[in-house]
């Protein structure tokens, strides 16, 4: 059996957010232990890493205690660079695949970097029926979200996305207004039929999927 990817010294984001493999990320980026990261990882074409915050605050302050992170995070894929001015950096990111934080440590600058193992790309798995409400609920919810102001306008879901466990139930972890410590749990499951199945009692318990 192959042995798991590990990538080292992973440059860290850390977040009260939880990024999840397909998922689209906007980050206003203006810390110094981050501009010199996020321009380094775009002129290598290489990921960041992504994970939510236990504790802490995303911007570093005087005297506050160190952050604490979650173990699990994703990878985040730069698509999209901007720098209004030489202090600013407006990012769109994408989130590829979930890893485990092996080691990590902060550097003298405040800059997390870890060691970590990849994660397993979900399985495709085919929403089964009793959970297709859930899907149609989506298609419904994002076919009207550019009606919406300030939407950013993103390409309709395919019939292949909508029928796969692990895509939808990382659809509505986003929308969903729950807490973030649930999302990162829904987050860190292995198997995309639970995590679908996890949702879908949230829909029904909220009457979301039957709006």
């Not at 692990?166 to 829904?186: D, F, H, I, S, Y």
């Amino acid at each position: 059996m192959p042995q798991p990817l590990t990538l080292t010294s992973l440059p860290l984001f850390p977040l009260a957010a939880v990024l999840l493999p397909g998922g689209h990320l906007a980050l206003r980026v203006f810390e110094v232990r981050y501009l010199d990261m996020v321009r380094k990882c775009q002129q290598a074409g290489a990921p960041f890493g992504v994970v939510c915050l236990r504790s802490g605050s995303e911007v570093r302050k005087a005297g506050a205690p160190q952050e604490q992170l979650h173990a699990v995070g994703t990878l985040a894929r730069i698509t999209q660079l901007q720098s209004p001015q030489p202090a600013l950096i407006h990012l769109e990111c994408e989130g590829t695949q979930r890893f485990h934080i092996q080691r990590s440590h902060v550097l003298p600058h405040g800059l997390w970097v870890a060691d970590v193992q990849l994660l397993p790309a979900d399985h495709p798995t085919a929403v089964p029926p009793h959970l297709m409400v859930a899907s149609a609920a989506l298609a419904r919810v994002l076919a009207s979200l550019p009606e919406r102001p300030g939407h950013r306008p993103t390409p309709q879901p395919t019939a292949e996305q909508l029928g796969d466990c692990g895509w939808v139930a990382n659809r509505w972890c986003e929308l969903l207004p729950v807490p973030q410590e649930l999302k990162q749990q829904l987050m860190q499951l292995d198997n995309p039929l639970v995590r679908l199945e996890l949702v879908a009692d949230v829909l029904d318990r909220t009457g979301i999927a039957r709006a």
